[in-house]
């Protein structure tokens, strides 16, 4: 007979195992149809993506989720929340000094249109395969799309080259200056030069994650040398070669005279070798004056009269008349270049009792009052009549308080050492030379130059334009005339008198 206790036991584990195997295979087939489920759900809207307007899920731009959204939304969406994050400046520092990029002036913005443009053409540009494997590594792990920064790199190059000029820490060179017929050198001072490549890195990074405002960049600086002190250079420009003062008649010409300037090469390389850390050497100049200046030259080198005028005074005045005669012997033979401006206080100077000035009367505090070098604005007066008719130009000249004895208002010129001066400029293309006498009641000035073929008629022209009980208003004029018709009138001055 059979053993049945035998088979019952196998049997026993028969189904055991057949149980077993059955979840297993349960197991296996539901995961088999979660997974097709999902494949198939995948594809499904992974096909429906491709088809579709809008970004894959799972992409963002710049933190910004833009899953889901049209390219326009996706443009609004990104745009407005970069704008709340992005200040509208970097700050920079250096030695606790601060300074600033603007964001605007150096135009930049993120291309947000083509990284937008990237999001739409996710899993779109490959094999099916390939496409779809990107659209699924997308959906487990997100992608976050850093947009490209634009800007305008020369915008940002000048903001950092100002910047770099207002650091404190400026880079000086050497350098010279004459004072007192002496020469100076000034040794070049250490400077601060900004490491440029390093700080746009910087800047750039700093606007690409936003972090720019969250705090202050360092600027990183280097450490700039002056250049060593060349001293042959400064002998090349410092000297100047002697040289008398001469005229050509054809083609006519005045060449100026040229003091000599000089100083010891050598000497001044071997102060600085032996004292490198001076801040400033000073040094002696050797000066050789030339035998024949401008003022030197006779007549027939100003050949024509360009202009006259005079001015009469009271002999009897002999103060008065010692301080005309003084001030007309310094301006007596004064030769002034094309160009250059003419000083009556520098050629006159200080009118003291060691240079033999007179106590004479002179308007001061409204009124008239005894002073020293009393009457000498008769001669600026008379000075001024006769440039003005040589058609030089006035740089400085004031009227005086009171309208004078010897000339008309509008047509005087007030001189006060150390406040008031009566200046012009040559403006011709030769230069000119002045002659002042004082003899006989009359204060003359000529000058003296070349006449050329467009020259005027020129005279101070005045009207009166009000007149009352205590003051005088008075228009002046430069009047050109030819053939003795008035050309043109060029305004000067509206002059105030007190009247007494």
């Given at each position: 007979?059979?053993?049945?206790?035998?088979?019952?036991?196998?049997?026993?584990?028969?189904?055991?195992?057949?149980?077993h195997?059955?979840?297993?295979?349960?197991?296996i087939?539901?995961?088999?149809?979660?997974?097709g489920?999902?494949?198939?759900?995948?594809?499904?809207?992974?096909?429906?993506?491709?088809?579709?307007?809008?970004?894959?899920?799972?992409?963002?731009?710049?933190?910004i989720?833009?899953?889901?959204?049209?390219?326009?939304?996706a443009?609004?969406?990104?745009?407005?929340?970069?704008?709340?994050?992005?200040?509208?400046?970097?700050?920079?520092?250096?030695?606790?000094?601060?300074?600033?990029?603007?964001?605007?002036?150096?135009?930049?913005?993120?291309?947000?249109?083509?990284?937008?443009?990237?999001?739409?053409?996710?899993?779109?540009?490959?094999?099916?395969?390939?496409?779809?494997?990107?659209?699924?590594?997308?959906?487990?792990?997100?992608?976050?799309?850093?947009?490209k920064?634009?800007?305008?790199?020369?915008?940002?190059?000048?903001?950092?080259?100002?910047?770099?000029?207002?650091?404190?820490?400026?880079?000086?060179?050497y350098?010279?200056?004459?004072?007192d017929?002496?020469?100076?050198?000034?040794?070049?001072?250490?400077g601060?030069?900004?490491?440029?490549?390093?700080?746009?890195?910087?800047?750039?990074?700093?606007?690409?994650?936003?972090?720019?405002?969250?705090?202050?960049?360092?600027?990183?600086?280097?450490?700039?040398?002056?250049?060593?002190?060349?001293?042959?250079?400064?002998?090349?420009?410092?000297?100047?070669?002697?040289?008398?003062?001469?005229?050509?008649?054809?083609?006519?010409?005045?060449?100026?005279?040229?003091?000599?300037?000089d100083?010891d090469?050598?000497?001044?390389?071997?102060?600085?070798?032996?004292?490198?850390?001076?801040?400033?050497?000073?040094?002696?100049?050797?000066?050789?004056?030339?035998?024949?200046?401008?003022?030197?030259?006779?007549?027939?080198?100003?050949?024509?009269?360009?202009?006259?005028?005079?001015?009469?005074?009271?002999?009897?005045?002999?103060d008065?008349?010692?301080?005309?005669?003084?001030?007309?012997?310094?301006?007596?033979?004064?030769?002034?270049?094309?160009?250059?401006?003419?000083?009556?206080?520098?050629?006159?100077?200080?009118?003291?009792?060691?240079?033999?000035?007179?106590?004479?009367?002179?308007?001061?505090?409204g009124?008239?009052?005894?002073?020293?070098?009393?009457?000498?604005?008769?001669?600026?007066?008379?000075?001024?009549?006769?440039?003005?008719?040589?058609?030089?130009?006035?740089?400085?000249?004031?009227?005086?308080?009171?309208?004078p004895?010897?000339?008309?208002?509008?047509?005087?010129?007030?001189?006060?050492?150390?406040?008031?001066?009566?200046?012009?400029?040559?403006?011709r293309?030769?230069?000119?030379?002045?002659?002042?006498i004082?003899?006989?009641?009359?204060?003359?000035?000529?000058?003296?130059?070349?006449?050329?073929?467009?020259?005027?008629?020129?005279?101070?022209?005045?009207?009166?334009?009000?007149?009352t009980?205590?003051?005088?208003?008075?228009e002046?004029?430069?009047?050109?005339?030819?053939?003795?018709?008035?050309?043109?009138?060029?305004?000067?001055?509206?002059?105030?008198?007190?009247?007494?």
């Amino acid at each position: 007979m059979p053993n049945f206790e035998i088979f019952r036991g196998n049997s026993k584990k028969f189904l055991k195992h057949f149980r077993h195997d059955n979840v297993f295979l349960v197991f296996i087939i539901l995961l088999a149809i979660v997974i097709g489920i999902f494949i198939a759900s995948t594809i499904f809207f992974y096909l429906n993506q491709q088809k579709s307007n809008v970004i894959q899920p799972g992409v963002f731009i710049k933190g910004i989720n833009v899953s889901g959204l049209t390219k326009e939304e996706a443009i609004e969406l990104v745009k407005k929340e970069l704008s709340y994050q992005m200040n509208d400046h970097i700050e920079l520092t250096y030695k606790n000094y601060n300074y600033y990029v603007e964001i605007e002036q150096i135009e930049a913005k993120f291309d947000i249109e083509a990284s937008v443009n990237y999001a739409l053409n996710l899993a779109k540009n490959g094999s099916f395969f390939e496409n779809l494997t990107q659209y699924i590594s997308i959906l487990l792990t997100n992608i976050d799309i850093d947009p490209k920064l634009i800007y305008n790199e020369e915008a940002l190059d000048s903001y950092l080259e100002t910047i770099e000029k207002n650091l404190p820490d400026q880079l000086e060179q050497y350098g010279y200056y004459i004072e007192d017929d002496e020469l100076f050198i000034t040794n070049g001072i250490n400077g601060a030069g900004i490491e440029f490549d390093e700080l746009k890195k910087l800047i750039i990074d700093a606007i690409q994650d936003i972090s720019y405002s969250r705090g202050y960049i360092q600027i990183p600086t280097y450490t700039k040398y002056p250049d060593p002190i060349d001293v042959e250079a400064i002998h090349n420009d410092v000297y100047r070669e002697v040289q008398d003062a001469y005229f050509t008649t054809e083609p006519y010409a005045v060449f100026a005279d040229v003091t000599g300037i000089d100083f010891d090469v050598n000497e001044v390389k071997k102060l600085i070798d032996d004292n490198p850390n001076i801040e400033e050497y000073e040094i002696p100049l050797i000066y050789t004056e030339p035998n024949i200046t401008v003022n030197d030259l006779g007549r027939e080198a100003f050949p024509d009269l360009l202009a006259s005028y005079s001015t009469r005074y009271v002999t009897s005045n002999r103060d008065r008349t010692t301080n005309l005669k003084l001030a007309a012997s310094k301006i007596n033979g004064t030769v002034v270049m094309p160009g250059e401006i003419f000083s009556y206080n520098k050629v006159v100077g200080k009118r003291t009792i060691a240079a033999g000035y007179k106590e004479a009367a002179i308007y001061q505090d409204g009124g008239v009052t005894s002073g020293l070098g009393g009457g000498i604005c008769q001669i600026s007066t008379t000075l001024y009549n006769a440039v003005i008719a040589a058609n030089m130009e006035i740089e400085t000249r004031r009227n005086h308080m009171f309208v004078p004895s010897y000339a008309e208002a509008g047509k005087d010129a007030t001189v006060v050492w150390g406040s008031t001066d009566f200046k012009f400029k040559n403006r011709r293309d030769y230069p000119i030379k002045i002659e002042a006498i004082v003899e006989g009641g009359i204060a003359r000035i000529n000058i003296y130059g070349l006449l050329t073929d467009d020259e005027y008629d020129i005279s101070l022209y005045t009207r009166t334009i009000k007149s009352t009980d205590t003051t005088l208003v008075v228009e002046s004029y430069r009047e050109y005339r030819r053939d003795g018709k008035v050309v043109k009138r060029d305004k000067l001055y509206t002059d105030t008198y007190k009247k007494h």
